[in-house]
């Protein structure tokens, strides 16, 4: 049994992303792990790391909530779309307000990388897009995944395991969201 958090970064709780987070949701559970969410849909902060790392902004109590969810977390599932090929603007200022140095990473005096704090947790993206997952991949190089894999989980000591793409959203038929829906709780039953 695993403590799975899934992320849940669309900022619109009607998005195909909701119907992503509950098949996974559904899959862990039947698996018999814990699940606890973050739904950045449903929270209240400010999305802008005002000062940078000079100066420390309070966290909001529901920033607060979702750091002790990640301590928690033995698993993390981070689901959003890809829009101008990286994610929503508010899942990024929700890395940049929790991420935060003292809590994930620490800087060390005498080398130039970091004491990654979040060791021994893994993670998998699913990500909806528009754009062919080859031309993603290959012609823009997988920015977005690559920022959540490497510069945000690796940095502070998160294995990826698994990343799943999902396109073209656009345009897709109903029997093929079915398929995508299905293929996510079989993926969370692994």
Known sequence: MKKVLIINGHPDK??????????????????GNEVKEI????????????????????????LLEAWDKLQW?????????????????????????????????????KSP????LLMGKTS??????????????WIVKDIGGKMIRKNIGAFCGIKNIRTTYLAT???????QREKWLNKI?????K
């Open 185 to 189: 709780e079989l993926l969370a039953r």
């Open 39 to 62: 739904i950045l849909a449903e929270m209240t902060f400010n999305p802008i790391l005002m000062y940078g790392y000079r100066k420390r902004t309070e966290l909001e109590p529901d």
């Open 169 to 175: 959203l656009k345009g897709s038929t109903p029997e």
């Open 14 to 31: 009607e998005s195909f992303c909701f119907g992503l987070h509950q098949q996974y949701k559904k899959g862990s559970l039947a698996k």
């Open 124 to 137: 998998e993206i699913i990500s909806t897009m528009d754009a062919p997952v080859f031309y993603y991949k």
């Open 113 to 116: 990388f970091p004491k990654k």
């Open 73 to 109: 977390a033995e698993h993390i599932v981070w689901i959003y779309p890809t829009w101008w090929a990286s994610p929503p603007a508010l899942l990024k200022g929700f890395i940049e307000r929790l991420f935060l140095p003292g809590f994930t990473f620490e800087y060390q005096e």
